[in-house]
């Protein structure tokens, strides 16, 4: 049965997710500055370590749990299921790269990083050779397109992040604040790179701001479906798989990559930049295991 405790739980961990990468994306990351590439490196390790380690130390553990299969009808029919789960790992992995790899191609290559936003005179050498009004008129659909693109993997990528919410919540307490903190380190800098990229297309500033908030919405249509699914189906190991793969393809394929390119485009400082990504990563792990450790004190205490 879908307990309201458990939507409420959802929607205030969302809430505050929801302010915090909308406060970094237009107040905390402008008045950081210069500082702020340096915010960016650290938030993007500690989101990998999150991920990483929310999807190893909690979801994978409760996806292939025996418990959950007393009834399954045998140990060969056990194996059977957690094989299945197991296949959907991959399955999910598989998913992310095809819907990432589909919206690169949509992007015509345009960089989607969280520590760089495109730079709006790139052109300029080509863009000065037409006339102003084929200028503003290339201009204006490159930036519809590149908008909607980004806008819509969005939608999608906080409503599934909305499902790992609401599910992890229909499980425990303890999971659904290990997966809040997960979604959270991850969600600032794509928000903050979100934005800008929404700026520098041509937005301006409530507007972009107005695009975000929509994108953050639709999570919480994700809580429901994924409280809702785990409470009435019993499907919560299934959706944790699906997760902890989605959470290991995003840690592992997007941001570690994100972070080696950040070491070299800062050459300059890569000895600051390694020190901020090995902060970030141990204290990442670091929360990720003692949220596992006292998963069932926390439980406890707060019941």
């Known amino acids: 049965m879908l307990s309201p405790s458990v939507i409420l739980q959802g929607c205030g961990a969302e809430t505050v997710i ?3 990468s909308v406060l970094s994306s237009a107040v905390i990351c402008p008045a950081l500055g210069r500082y702020c590439k340096d915010a960016i490196t650290v938030l993007i390790a500690l989101g990998a370590a999150c991920l990483t380690g929310d999807a190893i130390f909690h979801l994978l553990p409760h996806a292939l749990s025996q418990h959950h299969d007393d009834d399954a009808g045998g140990t060969e029919s056990t194996h059977n299921v957690l094989l299945w789960r197991s296949f959907l790992v991959v399955c999910s992995i598989y998913s992310f790269y095809l819907f990432h790899l589909f919206f690169q191609v949509m992007e015509g290559g345009h960089s989607h990083s969280h520590t760089t936003s495109p730079d709006p005179l790139e052109n300029k050498g080509l863009l000065e050779a037409e006339t102003k009004a084929k200028r503003e008129q290339s201009a204006t659909k490159i930036n519809k397109t590149l908008i909607g693109t980004i806008l819509v993997g969005e939608v999608l990528h906080t409503s599934c992040d ?3 919410i609401g599910a992890a919540f229909s499980k425990s307490l303890g999971d ?6 997960a979604v959270l380190f991850h969600e600032i800098p794509h928000a903050v790179g979100d934005f800008a990229i929404f700026v520098s297309s041509g937005l301006r500033f409530r507007e972009a701001l107005g695009l975000l908030c929509f994108c ?3 999570s919480y249509a994700g809580i ?3 409280a809702t699914l785990s409470a009435s ?3 919560t190991p299934w959706i944790f798989a699906v997760i902890a793969g989605m959470f290991l393809y995003v840690a592992l394929a997007e941001m570690v990559p994100e ?8 050459s300059d400082k890569k000895g600051r930049v390694i020190f901020l990504q090995n902060l970030g990563l141990l204290l990442g792990f670091a929360i990720m295991m003692t949220l596992a450790v006292f998963e069932e004190t926390i439980r ?3 019941q």
Request: charged share 5%; glycine share 10%.
């Open 18 to 20: 929801f302010f915090l």
């Open 162 to 164: 909305g499902i790992a």
């Open 176 to 181: 659904g604040l290990s997966t809040t903190l």
């Open 216 to 218: 953050y919405l639709c």
């Open 224 to 226: 429901l479906v994924g």
């Open 233 to 235: 189906l019993n499907m």
């Open 259 to 266: 972070m080696f390119a950040s070491i070299t485009s800062r």
């Open 300 to 302: 406890t205490s707060l």
